[in-house]
Structures are given as C-alpha cells and as structure tokens.
C-alpha cells in the first residue's frame, strides 16, 4: 500500500479541521491518502475530473465532507465506481442537520454512505474507510480488528475504574 488508497475531499477550507480527523485515523491504520478541497458548487468541471479518474490513479474510497448544500459525496458518487462516505459538516444557520440532510438524501442507483455531523462522521468514515480496505487487504482486517479490540480494552478499563471507585467511595 504504497500509493494513495483513499482520497479525502471537502468543499471548503473551513470543513479542514475536522477532515483532519479523517487523515488521523487513517494514519494510524497506515493507509496513504491524498487530501483536496474541490468544491461540487464553485469548481464543478475539477470536482467530475476527480471523480472520474479516481478508480485510474488507484484509489479504493473516497471521504467528502461537505457543509450547507452538501452536494460534494453525491456528485462524486454519481461519477465514479468506487465507494463514497459523506462527512456532513456542522453549519452555523442550522447545526449541520442540513448538510446531513442533502448528504443523506441520495436518489436510487446512486448510493453514498453518510456518517454522523462533524468529528465523530469525520472519524468513524475513516474507520469505514478502514473496514472497506479490509475486504481486499488482509493485513487491513487485522488492523481493524486490532482496532476494535482495543476499543473493547478500554471500556472494561473505564468500567474497572467505575467500580473501583464505588467500592472505595
């Protein structure tokens, strides 16, 4: 995996912060990705080149995330084979339902994964990004699964401190 295997787009600037949350995770998986702001609505020919050579140049997934309008993981849905997950972006006018909104709303035949608004999406589209991977990389399915151990370590963690503070409170 030596080249870019997702790429993580967002329509704006303002959408990095929490599109680094993707990059994150996915370095800990040890997965290469490319990262680009392509607007759906200002740069719309950049956005179908994008799409449409991405399967081209090796990528297996790609993460949008997107705010207000929110058509980004939908325009690159229709225009490439591969699986797209939605970001939705919290919004200012509405808190992020509307980018959820028409990031969720995908007619028939054109389907695109929407994960939750903002960090937590931001997040668990790179664990998806992972899983995804895992079908066709081994070593990916066992990073996942490694994950999700450790996630499970933890909550016994924090459930042995609970009681243990019960018992000496």
Do not use: C, W
Not at 8 to 13: E, F, N, T
């Amino acid at each position: 995996m030596n080249k870019a295997l997702v790429g993580i787009i967002m329509g704006s600037d303002s959408d990095l912060n929490v599109m680094k949350k993707v990059a994150h995770i996915l370095e800990k998986f040890g997965i290469r990705y490319e990262i680009n702001i392509i607007s759906a609505h200002r740069t719309p020919h950049l956005a179908h080149d994008y799409a449409v050579n991405s399967a081209n140049r090796g990528l297996e997934v790609i993460i949008a995330g997107a705010g207000g309008a929110a058509h980004l993981a939908g325009v690159i849905a229709a225009l490439t084979p591969l699986p797209v997950i939605g970001v939705p972006m919290q919004t200012q006018s509405l808190g992020g339902i509307d980018s959820f909104f028409f990031t969720a709303q995908m007619p028939a035949g054109v389907p695109e994964a929407t994960m939750a608004i903002g960090n937590a999406g931001a997040e668990n589209a790179a664990i998806l990004a992972a899983q995804i991977l895992g079908t066709k990389f081994a070593e990916m399915r066992e990073k996942v699964n490694a994950y999700k151990s450790e996630l499970a370590e933890q909550v016994k963690e924090k459930n042995r401190r609970l009681h243990e503070k019960q018992n000496n409170g």
